[in-house]
T-cell receptor, first 115, second 113 residues
Framework: AQSVTQLGSHVSVSEGALVLLRCNYS??????LFWYVQYPNQGLQLLLK??????LVKGINGFEAEFKKSETSFHLTKPSAHMSDAAEYFC?????????????FGQGTTLQVKP | DTEVTQTPKHLVMGMTNKKSLKCEQH?????MYWYKQKAKKPPELMFV???????INESVPSRFSPECPNSSLLNLHLHALQPEDSALYLC????????????FGSGTRLTVV
């Protein structure tokens, strides 16, 4: 069965500092991988995704993530944090062989950005 | 149109009421989903519709009843809910198989009193 682990339920960075949110997955086959962001009282917005091909994926708002099969990881980074990045971030996986694209979410990481 | 629209945005209902949540998308997506999300938790899958047919029911209590009248519309009928059912209910859609990710609506904040 697939699973996702996000290391650190709460990450705090200063404005302008590097953002690193960690995600590890467990899957018998290389899955599809996603990062979503959720602002308070809103739905989830897709930041970026990895399916096949280039392992470094660039997303919206300056975020990027690298798929590392050997480490079963898909960590999210941003070189310089902005106050507007404060939100809840979810890593998710889906089974490439599935018929409905069912997503399995990690527990989420709250990103706090300090001025 | 690249959005999933959910109505209402907020709903307060008593435990004996019957209400419905509505979700609409016009992206031609063939899979639609209902998720329940409690505060500070990830979304929990409730139902999946694929090509207008219910394909996954994650052992959801019968007081939640989904309906997919057509390929653009998804409803969630609520009856005799409990206070612990209070949560953010999210609808999402996807073109189909897993590589596309979901497009989420902004959710309905449900409070059961």
């Amino acid at each position: 069965a697939q699973s996702v682990t996000q290391l650190g339920s709460h990450v705090s960075v200063s404005e302008g500092a590097l953002v690193l949110l960690r995600c590890n997955y467990s899957s018998s086959v290389p899955p599809y991988l996603f990062w979503y962001v959720q602002y308070p009282n809103q739905g989830l917005q897709l930041l970026l995704k990895y399916t096949t091909g280039a392992t470094l994926v660039k997303g919206i708002n300056g975020f990027e993530a690298e798929f590392k099969k050997s480490e079963t990881s898909f960590h999210l980074t941003k070189p310089s944090a902005h106050m507007s990045d404060a939100a809840e971030y979810f890593c998710a996986v889906s089974d490439p062989g599935g018929n409905t694209g069912k997503l399995i979410f990690g527990q989420g990481t709250t990103l706090q950005v300090k001025p | 149109d690249t959005e999933v629209t959910q109505t209402p945005k907020h709903l307060v209902m008593g435990m004996t009421n019957k209400k419905s949540l509505k979700c609409e998308q016009h992206m031609g997506h063939r899979a639609m989903y209902w998720y329940k999300q409690k505060a500070k938790k990830p979304p929990e899958l409730m139902f999946v519709y694929s090509y207008e047919k219910l394909s996954i029911n994650e052992s959801v209590p019968s007081r939640f009843s989904p309906e997919c009248p057509n390929s653009s519309l998804l409803n969630l009928h609520l009856h005799a809910l409990q206070p612990e059912d209070s949560a953010l209910y999210l609808c999402a859609s996807s073109p189909g198989q897993g590589g596309y990710g979901y497009t989420f609506g902004s959710g309905t904040r449900l409070t059961v009193v």
